[in-house]
């Protein structure tokens, strides 16, 4: 069998699961938790134990991680830090990427953002509310978490020819408290876009944050 390096963030039970299950299959394996005591315990079961947060680029970066052939997200149970890190992972050039989904919601957002293949474990929440009552250029909302969600927003003319900064926007977190996953500009997607990034005409948003950010930001 040929040997690959894979990245497994997330080490609670099912990502220990499948990095001891892939280190024993014979591949360079790579496990990343924020939990130093779960890393510990993954001492010699997988090649690289590491202590770190995921959802940092620059950690990320350090580690090598754009060399690597494949990832298996596996922070199912916190939501926002599944979709950024997944983002982060599409941006920095990982090939291909595996991610568990906590419900059906979460496993939308994850196809949404381009993750090769949704690993669904439960399903059980549905959509609960359609935000863009308030505002008409809000396209689409998807909940993600009590309070936080996935929205699509289209640029209106007076966002058209500025920066992501100049608009109030700065990646990773911008003035309104909220996170921009992406840019779609017709059939092409910008993920974790750069803050100098110039919006134009037809340009929509895709942004991740609290319900009542969400709400407030400007049209």
């Not at 134990?49 to 997200?73: C, F, H, I, M, R």
């Not at 906590?102 to 439960?122: F, M, P, Q, S």
Request: charged fraction near 25%; proline fraction near 3%.
């Amino acid at each position: 069998m040929m040997k690959n390096q894979v990245l497994v963030v997330g080490l609670g039970r099912f990502g220990s699961s499948v990095a001891r299950s892939l280190y024993n299959l014979g591949h360079d394996v790579l496990a990343i938790d924020v939990d130093e005591e779960r890393v510990r315990h993954m001492m010699g079961q997988v090649t690289y134990p590491v202590t770190g947060d995921a959802t940092d680029e620059a950690v990320l970066k350090d580690l090598g991680v754009s060399e690597y052939e494949a990832a298996v997200v596996a922070v199912g149970a916190d939501i926002v830090a599944s979709v950024l890190t997944c983002v982060l992972l599409k941006d920095i050039g990982v090939s291909y990427i595996v991610a568990r989904a906590h419900d059906e919601l979460h496993g939308n957002a994850l196809e949404r953002i381009g993750v090769d293949k949704v690993i669904h474990t439960e399903s059980e929440m549905g959509v609960r509310v359609a935000h863009n009552l308030f505002n008409p250029n809000l396209q689409e909302y998807l909940e993600l978490a009590p309070n936080f969600g996935l929205s699509r927003i289209k640029v209106t003319e007076s966002y058209v020819g500025k920066t992501l900064k100049e608009q109030g926007f700065s990646s990773p977190r911008d003035k309104y408290g909220l996170t921009v996953l992406a840019i779609k500009r017709g059939n092409e997607i910008t993920l974790n876009p750069d803050n100098e990034e110039r919006l134009q005409n037809g340009d929509v948003l895709i942004l991740a944050g609290k319900d009542d950010l969400l709400e407030r930001l400007p049209s």
